[in-house]
């Protein structure tokens, strides 16, 4: 079992839609909690991040992150074509060795 | 503007020719990560450097890659000899171990999308 699972999808939306993307963990060291978008031929981009527990919000985006059941989500209100690209979750412990670990990456289409 | 840059961005090869790979990191940072992307297995760390020193190589296949950073301003990634296996798209990212909005936050390249025939 991996350490930080995420359903690959594809999801596809239409546009206005809102979007929830969700990753599960094993490993309660982790305290940072990111989300980085990675459109298409590119590299990822870090998105958004979450320190421990609970919601972050930043325009239609939102984090969660639930320590007592090992869950974190996003949400995309209204969501846009623009918005149409991979999400990974990654997460990494309190110390600053390199322990960052990344989901698969949720393929998110968001049509017209 | 700051960005990592990456070069080739396309590489297609025979099995068993050299690949390599080259990563200029953001000017400043202190640490270079290299990772492998595909579709079954996701973003796979490969190795990480800090201060040009490796950490941590243990996701690299040793008989075959080998990750070097010859001075701050340039990393590499080689492979020898290729195999088809070794089909991926391969990203650098650099950091600072002490800053970024997350400790040690990663900006990736725009990676170097690989075939070997």
Not at chain 1, 44 to 72: C, H, W
Request: aromatic share 10%.
């Amino acid at each position: 079992q991996k350490e930080v699972e995420q359903d690959p999808g594809p999801l596809s939306v239409p546009e206005g839609a809102i979007v929830s993307l969700n990753c599960t963990y094993s490993n309660s060291a982790f305290q940072y909690f990111m989300w980085y978008r990675q459109y298409s031929r590119k590299g990822p981009e870090l998105l958004m991040y979450t320190y421990s527990s609970g919601n972050k919000e930043d325009g239609r985006f939102t984090a969660q992150v639930d320590k007592s059941s090992k869950y974190i989500s996003l949400f995309i209100r209204d969501s846009q074509p623009s918005d149409s690209a991979t999400y990974l979750c990654a997460m990494r412990g309190e110390n600053n060795n390199n322990d960052m670990r990344f989901g698969a990456g949720t393929r998110l289409t968001v049509k017209p | 503007d700051a960005r990592v840059t990456q070069t080739p961005r396309h590489k297609v090869t025979e099995m068993g020719q050299e690949v390599t790979m080259r990563c200029q990191p953001i000017l400043g940072h202190n640490t270079v990560f290299w990772y492998r992307q595909t579709m079954m297995q996701g973003l796979e760390l490969l190795a990480y450097f800090r201060n040009r020193a490796p950490l941590d190589d243990s996701g690299m296949p040793k008989d075959r890659f080998s990750a070097e950073m010859p001075d701050a301003t340039l990393a590499t990634l080689k492979i020898q000899p290729s195999e088809p296996r070794d089909s991926a798209v391969y990203f650098c990212a650099s950091g600072l171990a002490a800053g970024g909005r997350v400790p040690n936050e990663q900006f990736f390249g725009p990676g170097t999308r690989l075939t070997v025939l």
